[in-house]
């Protein structure tokens, strides 16, 4: 059976990628001067007390010499596949890269950039997961996975700017306009993964939804798509994106998760954001 190897980014915590089967990297958060490790030690609860005293995250992907680990001991008995968040939100497949190459079965391994993050990246990883233990082999996996990333589309609804632009994600002139005119801003992630765009400047969060379904009309989204919605502790606004895609896709798969620490760090307290994608085999 091909192992399939993932990170946190998937919201799964260690233990419950053990529980099935699949073996996750937790990545790490900064704050105050100490370094956790997310799902591990510390909560999104936690991290955003810590955020409410005033500390400053930052965020960073799992250590090159733990993929080194994972690769060989998985890489000594068989193939390996480690699906990893897209390149450019974070430093984590090329440092998965890094690692095939230093590791000592570079061979039996795949490192797949998933342009994408979280929910989609989740849905990604439980569906190579399951062709595994179906005995698929490594080549149709990757397969699976190439189609079925092209179909990607996320969205994200912040409401503290300092946090995307401390990130990277937004211009300091952008996050300063945003957070005095009070605006409600959707980002979109670009199609290659690589960074956040904006995607809508709306007075309201209704506009801002509405902005949502009508990019999602235009790439000819349908009900044979997943949906996720992941939010940093704003089950409230959650709920409301839930309801209002069922208006338009009644019959979708739509599931709701909240982020893990990092992705807090990322994106600030109080976001949210609205994914989907399609299975492709």
Known sequence: ???????????????????????????????????????????SEELIAKIEKGGIPSSSQPPIGEKIDLYNRYGANGEVIDITIAQGLSGTYDTALSAKEICDYAANITVFNSQTLCGPQRTLTDAALKMAKEGMSREAIVKMLEESAKTDV?????????????????????AGLGGLLKLIVCMRKSDDGK???????????????????????????????????????????????????????????????????????????????????KIVK
Do not use: W
């Not at 990545?27 to 490790?37: A, D, K, T, V």
């Not at 996320?154 to 952008?174: E, H, T, V």
């Open 195 to 277: 960074t956040l765009e904006k995607h809508s400047i709306n007075r309201t969060l209704k506009k801002a939804f509405a902005s949502i379904i009508d990019e999602l009309k235009k790439r000819e989204v349908d009900e044979t798509y997943h949906f996720a919605i992941s939010h940093a502790i704003n089950l409230e606004m959650a709920d409301k994106m839930k309801e209002e895609l069922l208006r338009h896709y009644p019959k979708a798969d739509i599931k709701i998760y909240p982020l893990s620490p990092a992705f807090i760090t990322q994106g600030g307290p109080g976001c949210c954001a609205l994914q989907t994608i």
């Open 154 to 174: 996320s969205f994200l609804i912040p409401f503290d700017f300092a946090f995307l632009q401390r990130g990277g994600r937004l211009s300091k002139a952008a």
């Open 1 to 43: 059976m091909v192992q399939i190897i993932s990170d946190s980014s998937t919201l799964y915590s260690k233990a419950e990628g053990e529980a099935i089967g699949l073996e996750i990297s937790p990545l790490s958060i900064m704050i105050n001067g100490e370094n956790y490790r997310e799902f591990e030690t510390i909560t």
